[in-house]
């Protein structure tokens, strides 16, 4: 797949991850739409297109798609530097470093499966204003995504990694066991 042919805008991941779980080139494929961050809300990626190849980038959350390709679980993520896609194993490795993931910077996961992300998620993205109402990253040309479920996925409940979450947080190693072993 080319990411040419799916609508990105930068900093709007989780829209992004929204729109290529429909994709063509997904249809049929097994889809789990990743929410990585922690409780400091400060996540340490690394090969990311927004950093040097040092050095990690932080994100307050980042939303990356999984898909089940010719029997492997594979990571597509518009902001990484590694192939798109690229096998879930490499992306783990080379995205999280062993030495950062006893830190408050470690990676925590929410899954969803791409059906549920697709039908549920809603954003009204006033998390990318600031305090005066002006944007902080000019929103994508497609209107904001807004779920009719009565059960929304918002950014609120995204952005919540504290003990109280709606969802079960997972760890690094509890995303290896469930993915890297099916």
């Known amino acids: 797949m ?13 829209e992004n991850c929204w729109y290529l779980c ?41 939303v990356v798609v999984l898909a089940k390709v010719n029997g492997e679980w594979c990571v597509y993520d518009f902001d990484s530097k590694l192939e798109f896609p690229v096998s879930l194993g490499r992306y783990l490795a080379c ?21 549920e992300f697709t039908r549920t998620f809603s954003s ?11 944007w902080i990253f000019q929103p994508p040309a497609w209107d904001a995504i807004e779920s009719d479920q009565s059960q929304r996925l918002s950014m609120v409940e995204i952005r919540d990694f504290s003990s109280t979450s709606p969802h079960r947080l997972f760890s690094l190693e509890e995303v290896r066991d469930r993915f890297l072993h099916t």
């Not at 400060?42 to 090969?47: A, I, K």
């Not at 009204?124 to 002006?134: L, P, T, V, Y």
Request: charged share 20%.
């Open 22 to 62: 429909q994709h063509s080139a997904l249809a049929g494929k097994k889809t789990r739409v990743l929410i990585i961050s922690n409780q400091a809300g400060n996540c340490s990626f690394w090969e990311q297109q927004s950093t040097s190849e040092s050095a990690p980038v932080c994100w307050d959350y980042h």
């Open 124 to 134: 009204d993205r006033s998390h990318m204003k600031d305090a005066a109402g002006n």
């Open 95 to 115: 995205t999280f470093k062993p030495e950062w993931n006893a830190t408050v910077n470690a990676p925590v996961f929410k899954v969803f499966t791409g059906n």
């Open 2 to 14: 080319d990411k040419e042919t799916v609508n990105y805008t930068k900093n709007y991941c989780e």
